[in-house]
């Protein structure tokens, strides 16, 4: 018989975690659209949108940081119910967001030719993804702002609302790529140029609509009556860059690892290539739930931290982490099951087949420890501010571990599912400390807890409980 605490504990996480797998998912799917239209115009319009796609994701990686770190305070200001330290950290990211996207645009403007030319020597590819990138810079303060308010919303439980936009407004992209890129309702066709059009356009009323829902929900009213001075808290600032900075660098250093994984596999032929970039739409949609429930804990965790519900936060975690092992069973199975179904959707060589099949059993083997990695390292320990601890134990699986023993798994020429069974290595390696990290209850610390402006930072009370 499930107890009421239980019952409003699955009630909250399935009401935070299902809005963002829906999200999630018809993200990716109109993605796909997006470049099914794209790629009508030709190879090269295919892989110069794709590099420049490359060069927007490294910029919204580090704009993702800093927007993570923004996450952990709200999360758990919103547990104390305290307005203005939202709206205080909101400002402050935001300020910080804005500067960054803005010299990213800047350097865009100037030498987007050169960038592009860092990936490719072929001038129709350079020229194409060069107009298109100089359009979508126009895009990263909005894009910025946008990231920054929905971990701001989420953090406070509001995650229909935000869920309702980001629909609305992939539509509305795929529509204006229809418009632009073919043309249609007596528009031109602007091609390639097209898609950043309504991209830009897109994003625009993204973040317009975000702003009006955090005007709603009164984020920033609370500030009315504060001065620069107050809002600008250095205290807060520092401790806000302690945690934003080691949570950017282990985005970029995780998004470095995934590419140089990639690369390697690229050693094994185009056949492998083929192999592992055909199962991952099969992967995301597992992935997915679990991207839902890693956001659910970091905000039910943060909040319970910031109400100074350490003992909530610690059940709740240990919580995430049962669903997640069971789920995660239940998803390798699945896999299992759906994989040879699956690869029969490709018209594609019988090599290309059975290599598909070697990574997809090894995907089933080893997605329990990956998704205990991604709620726990990503949403349960981020929660209580332990960035630096995730980003030590990311850099040191990948780095040291995950991508050496592939590299040497392939130098010796090892068969794929052994190569692939190495590569990944590093997710029981990161489960194994993870765990032991979190059942050690050292993470659990009230971060929001500063003196006043000049005075540095008191001791938080859960560093004074039985937590620490």
């Known amino acids: 018989m499930i107890n009421n605490e239980k019952k409003q504990f699955y009630r909250r996480m399935l009401s935070f975690a299902?809005?963002?797998?829906?999200?999630?998912?018809?993200?990716?799917?109109?993605?796909m659209v997006d470049s099914i239209m794209v790629g009508q115009l030709g190879v090269n319009s295919i892989a110069a949108v794709g590099l420049a796609n490359k060069v927007n994701s490294m910029f919204f990686i580090i704009l993702q940081g800093f927007a993570t770190g923004a996450a952990i305070f709200a999360a758990q200001y919103w547990g104390k119910k305290d307005r203005l330290g939202i709206g205080k950290i909101t400002v402050i990211t935001f300020v910080i967001i804005?500067?960054?996207?803005?010299?990213?645009?800047?350097?865009?403007?100037?030498?987007?030719?050169?960038?592009?030319?860092l990936f490719s020597s072929d001038q129709e590819v350079i020229l194409l993804g060069a107009s298109y990138l100089t359009i979508i810079a126009f895009s990263?303060?909005?894009?910025?702002?946008?990231?920054?308010?929905?971990?701001?919303?989420?953090?406070?439980?509001?995650?229909?609302?935000?869920?309702?936009?980001?629909?609305f407004v992939i539509v509305l992209n795929t529509f204006l790529n229809y418009v632009f890129i073919f043309g249609s309702i007596g528009m031109p066709a602007f091609g390639v140029?097209?898609?950043?059009?309504?991209?830009?356009?897109?994003?625009?009323?993204?973040?317009?609509?975000l702003i009006l829902l955090v005007k709603r929900f009164n984020v920033l009213s609370v500030l009315r009556k504060h001065s620069f001075r107050q809002i600008f808290?250095?205290?807060l600032i520092r401790r806000y860059v302690d945690i934003a900075i080691p949570s950017v660098i282990n985005h970029v250093v995780w998004t470095l690892g995934e590419v140089t994984f990639f690369w390697l596999y690229a050693f094994l032929g185009t056949d492998v290539v083929a192999a592992v970039t055909l199962v991952d739409p099969l992967i995301f949609v597992f992935m997915a739930s679990f991207i839902g429930i890693s956001d659910a804990s970091s905000i039910m965790v943060g909040n319970?931290?910031?109400?100074?519900?350490?003992?909530?936060?610690?059940?709740?975690?240990?919580?995430?982490?049962?669903?997640?092992?069971?789920?995660?069973?239940?998803?390798?199975?699945?896999?299992?099951?759906?994989?040879?179904?699956?690869?029969?959707?490709?018209?594609?060589?019988?090599?290309?087949?059975?290599?598909?099949?070697?990574?997809?059993?090894?995907?089933?083997?080893?997605?329990?420890?990956?998704?205990?990695?991604?709620?726990?390292?990503?949403?349960?320990?981020?929660?209580?501010?332990?960035?630096?601890f995730v980003l030590y134990l990311d850099l040191l699986g990948v780095w040291l571990v995950g991508i050496p023993v592939a590299a040497i798994a392939?130098?010796?020429?090892?068969?794929?599912?052994?190569?692939?069974?190495?590569?990944?290595?590093?997710?029981?390696?990161?489960?194994?400390?993870?765990?032991?990290r979190t059942l050690s209850k050292t993470w659990l610390r009230d971060i929001t807890e500063v003196k006043s402006r000049g005075e540095g930072i008191v001791i938080s009370a859960a560093k004074k409980n039985k937590f620490s």
């Open 18 to 31: 299902i809005p963002i797998i829906i999200q999630t998912l018809i993200t990716s799917s109109l993605n």
């Open 140 to 167: 990263y303060i909005t894009t910025g702002v946008t990231i920054l308010f929905q971990v701001i919303l989420r953090s406070m439980g509001e995650v229909k609302s935000a869920m309702y936009v980001n629909v």
């Open 410 to 436: 392939i130098y010796f020429q090892l068969p794929l599912y052994v190569v692939f069974l190495l590569a990944n290595s590093h997710e029981i390696v990161r489960v194994v400390f993870g765990l032991k």
């Open 233 to 235: 808290d250095f205290a």
């Open 304 to 388: 319970s931290i910031g109400a100074n519900k350490n003992e909530l936060a610690y059940t709740h975690s240990k919580r995430f982490l049962v669903i997640t092992f069971m789920l995660s069973i239940m998803a390798g199975v699945g896999i299992l099951l759906v994989a040879p179904h699956f690869i029969k959707l490709y018209n594609v060589t019988p090599q290309v087949v059975e290599n598909a099949r070697s990574v997809l059993l090894i995907y089933g083997l080893i997605i329990t420890p990956r998704f205990l990695n991604m709620v726990n390292n990503m949403g349960i320990l981020r929660a209580g501010g332990d960035t630096k």
């Open 193 to 209: 140029q097209g898609a950043a059009f309504a991209t830009v356009f897109a994003r625009l009323m993204q973040c317009i609509l």
């Open 98 to 117: 804005s500067a960054v996207a803005t010299l990213f645009m800047a350097i865009i403007l100037l030498f987007s030719k050169g960038v592009i030319s």
